[in-house]
């Protein structure tokens, strides 16, 4: 079927899905004769703002937001007041009949936690499937209630409640976990990672941890950044899918790193001469030095190392003894 080349593409007819042209071909709004499930799944993937704003389309979209899996960020708001964010987020929770797919709420600290609190009860986040949360001071303990469906959770300079230790969570189909600059004790740490049975990404900024013990048959990709006075001590005692263990900064000077069992490991990195210690097996390097080389790596494929300097010194003998290794 030929369209003139001066119809445009989204003219829509609310009288039907079909109208004429002067040059006789048929006016059709293919979009908007797509079934209502498909309708949906395009509306939850565009930006809050803009999903909202396909009711004023035609008749046809005028209930499909409303329907569709929500996509909830605040940041479409802007730069307004505490009281008017407030508003428009109750406003779009209360009008919204679910279920919700994603949830994104920056900005956090000025708002009252039990103001929160509200929103996460709200039945319009049933089933929630990501969970993106910055600037909380202290964290409710109802954002578990999301445990059974989500898939990706990142929590951002908050304050995770102590009570999480003594929990018994269970988050069967969390994937993705971003721990960004939070406070939270290491058992309550610990036991946040135990529940994540299908966890492949993780990604930790903390401090004030003494040590981190990772088990997971499941886990791919892990990054993190270590920033305090203490020495944070990383244990992976048993991790047979890991292929990546990444540094998000390069100052490592305040981190010991034990590989005990990693055997699909591939991708290492950024390891500096700042180093205090990293140990596959019973190989050892001290600050890039070669300690002992007994255990052999045969799956390593990408190694990254960042030196200050100029210091190749130190860079070639780490390559030279690693060689035998991995």
């Given at each position: 079927?030929?369209?003139?080349?001066?119809?445009?593409?989204?003219?829509?007819?609310?009288?039907?899905?079909?109208?004429?042209?002067?040059?006789?071909?048929?006016?059709?709004?293919?979009?908007?004769?797509?079934?209502?499930?498909?309708?949906?799944?395009?509306?939850?993937?565009?930006?809050?703002?803009?999903?909202a704003r396909t009711q004023a389309?035609?008749?046809?979209?005028?209930?499909?937001?409303?329907?569709?899996?929500?996509?909830?960020?605040d940041d479409f708001i802007g730069s307004v007041s505490s009281s008017k964010r407030m508003a428009l987020v109750s406003k779009i929770l209360s009008e919204h009949r679910g279920p919700a797919r994603r949830l994104s709420l920056k900005l956090l600290c000025t708002i009252e936690v039990p103001v929160i609190d509200g929103w996460l009860h709200s039945q319009a986040l049933d089933s929630l499937e990501e969970l993106d949360l910055t600037n909380l001071r202290d964290m409710p303990l109802s954002m578990f209630r999301f445990a059974p469906?989500?898939?990706?959770?990142?929590f951002s300079c908050c304050r995770l409640p102590n009570s999480i230790s003594?929990?018994?969570?269970?988050?069967?189909?969390?994937?993705?976990?971003?721990?960004?600059?939070?406070?939270?004790?290491?058992?309550?740490?610990?036991?946040?990672?135990?529940g994540c049975t299908a966890l492949e990404s993780?990604?930790?900024?903390?401090?004030?941890?003494?040590?981190?013990?990772i088990s997971s048959q499941t886990l791919r990709s892990l990054a993190f950044y270590h920033y305090g006075p203490n020495i944070l001590q990383l244990v992976i005692k048993d991790a047979p899918s890991l292929e990546r263990l990444l540094s998000l900064y390069p100052d490592w000077d305040r981190v010991t790193i034990q590989v005990i069992r990693a055997p699909k490991l591939e991708v290492l990195g950024l390891l500096s001469e700042g180093l205090s210690k990293v140990q596959f097996g019973t190989t050892i390097f001290e600050e890039m030095i070669a300690v002992s080389l007994t255990t052999k790596i045969h799956t390593m494929k990408v190694l990254v190392l960042h030196s200050t300097g100029p210091n190749l010194d130190a860079v070639i003998n780490f390559l030279s003894h690693s060689q035998q290794t991995i």
């Open positions: 079927m030929r369209y003139s080349k001066k119809r445009r593409f989204h003219q829509i007819d609310d009288g039907g899905s079909r109208g004429d042209n002067r040059d006789g071909s048929a006016n059709l709004d293919l979009i908007s004769a797509l079934p209502d499930d498909i309708l949906g799944s395009i509306i939850t993937l565009l930006p809050t703002k803009d999903g389309i035609s008749r046809r979209w005028l209930p499909l937001w409303r329907s569709a899996p929500l996509n909830l960020a469906t989500l898939r990706f959770a990142r003594t929990l018994r969570l269970n988050l069967p189909c969390l994937k993705q976990l971003t721990l960004s600059g939070i406070s939270i004790t290491e058992d309550a740490l610990h036991n946040v990672l135990s993780l990604e930790l900024s903390i401090s004030g941890i003494g040590a981190i013990c």
